[in-house]
């Protein structure tokens, strides 16, 4: 494939719905999940934060494994599409589980929290670490990745608009007065929507640039070159720590809005004339509570 190939629009639109699979839950976790454990599931605030704090600690170790992993994968269909195709649905059952209330005692919810949870994430990294990087080798023109960012940011800001302005009032609707039916309907809801959306980026892409031919290094190798790179070493302790903030601003929101502003609905037409010049994407008080 030549360097000034363009890509044809709905291929572009096909990559983008990844992003839109991807922040359908992505959102959910930074807005709605502590409130969801806290006050939908039972537990209590400390066994919330230890859980999630831990469990996403783990999480930015287990990103270069997936990486490794992918990056010895070869197959028909190449390297990344083939994990859209092989995990969106046991992704989109994870979080239908995650997001469901067992009758156990106290003690056995909190078991069953951190086993969904975390297999949750591992399914999370396992389709998202592929998806980022087959930007690289849809086509090798830097124009039209720039295009494929923009089309992806496109598609994640609105996944993250639906989430933020629309889930509680579906789990609220779906649960006809029952809180724990409405989220786990509401899972439902978004996992068909997750694994309809993987499939067309996996149908819809295509890898054209291969990679070049090298000599098989060894995982031990491979890390060592990896922990070894200072420039990698900054930019991951400066995502995990705009992560962290994220986590922890997105997390409270819910509860300062029911339990500091008032139990009384936060609309978007409320909004949206005292937001200036903020990010819409920042605002997870979008929320009825």
Not at 143 to 159: C, G, I, M, N, W
Not at 235 to 247: C, D, K, N, Q, Y
């Amino acid at each position: 494939m030549v360097d000034d190939a363009r890509l044809p629009l709905r291929e572009k639109l096909a990559y983008g719905f990844g992003d839109l699979a991807s922040v359908l839950y992505w959102q959910t976790f930074m807005v709605y999940l502590t409130y969801f454990y806290t006050d939908v599931f039972g537990l209590g605030a400390a066994a919330v934060g230890a859980m999630l704090g831990l469990s996403r600690s783990l999480d930015a170790f287990l990103d270069p494994l997936m990486g490794l992993l992918v990056d010895r994968t070869s197959t028909r269909w190449g390297k990344f599409r083939p994990y859209l195709l092989w995990l969106c649905v046991p992704f989109a059952l994870a979080g239908v589980l995650t997001f469901t209330v067992p009758d156990l005692s106290p003690s056995g919810r909190l078991v069953w929290a951190w086993v969904t949870y975390n297999v949750l994430m591992v399914l999370y990294t396992g389709i998202n670490i592929p998806y980022t990087a087959m930007l690289g080798v849809l086509t090798p023109n830097a124009k039209e990745r720039t295009a494929l960012s923009s089309v992806k940011f496109v598609f994640a800001f609105a996944a993250g608009m639906f989430v933020s302005a629309t889930l509680l009032p579906m789990a609220h609707a779906l649960g006809g007065g029952d809180a724990a039916r409405g989220w786990q309907r509401s899972f439902m809801v978004l996992g068909a929507m997750a694994v309809g959306f993987f499939l067309v980026t996996f149908a819809g892409t295509r890898e054209r640039v291969l990679p070049a031919p090298r000599q098989r290094s060894s995982v031990r190798q491979d890390l060592r070159d990896l922990f070894g790179n200072g420039p990698w070493l900054t930019l991951l302790a400066a995502t995990i720590l705009l992560i962290l903030f994220v986590a922890v601003r997105s997390s409270v929101t819910i509860h300062y809005f029911k339990y500091v502003v008032g139990p009384r609905t936060v609309s978007l037409p409320d909004f949206l004339p005292r937001i200036g010049g903020t990010r819409t994407w920042d605002l997870e008080g979008l929320v009825s509570v």
